[in-house]
Each structure stands twice: as C-alpha cells, then as structure tokens.
C-alpha cells in the first residue's frame, strides 16, 4: 500500500502533456521519482471515484496522479 510521503518510481510508460520543460508535447515519464503528495478520494469532504487517486511531486515543480499499478515503492 502506496501512503502520503512515500517515495516511488514510474514503472511504466506514462504520457503526459504538461512537463514543465516540455509543454504540449508528449512526455514519458518512466523511471522518474517523486513524493506520494495525497491519496484522492475525497473532495470538500465527499467520497470521490478518481481514475488516477495517487497524486505524485516530482523535483521539477511537476505534479501528475497515477494509479496505484503505475508507481513502486523505492
């Protein structure tokens, strides 16, 4: 079980869209870590059904959430 402050690595091949360095183009981020920053499943204080609940901080001021499938612990 993946917690708030846990450090984790992209284990598989991710696209994203709003890299800081790479702005609207697709970025992989495989193999980048970062720090578990919250668990989405609430919002204002509601049950939530997010797709992507694990919210991850990455060094270069890059926040992207995943799945649980997507990330390993370091």
Same mark, same amino acid.
């Given at each position: 079980?993946? /917690? #708030?402050?846990?450090?984790?690595?992209?284990q598989?091949?991710?696209?994203? +869209? %709003?890299?800081?360095?790479?702005r609207?183009? /697709?970025?992989?981020? @495989?193999?980048? *870590?970062? *720090?578990?920053?919250?668990? #989405?499943?609430?919002?204002q204080?509601?049950?939530?059904?997010?797709? +992507?609940q694990?919210?991850? @901080?990455?060094?270069? @001021?890059?926040? /992207? %959430?995943f799945r649980?499938?997507?990330? *390993? #612990?370091v």
């Open positions: 079980m993946i /917690a #708030v402050g846990t450090r984790v690595r992209v598989a091949s991710v696209m994203i +869209y %709003h890299h800081p360095g790479h609207n183009q /697709a970025f992989d981020m @495989k193999g980048l *870590e970062g *720090e578990v920053m919250a668990i #989405v499943d609430q919002w204080g509601r049950p939530v059904s997010a797709n +992507y694990i919210q991850v @901080k990455f060094p270069d @001021k890059l926040r /992207a %959430h649980e499938d997507e990330l *390993e #612990v």
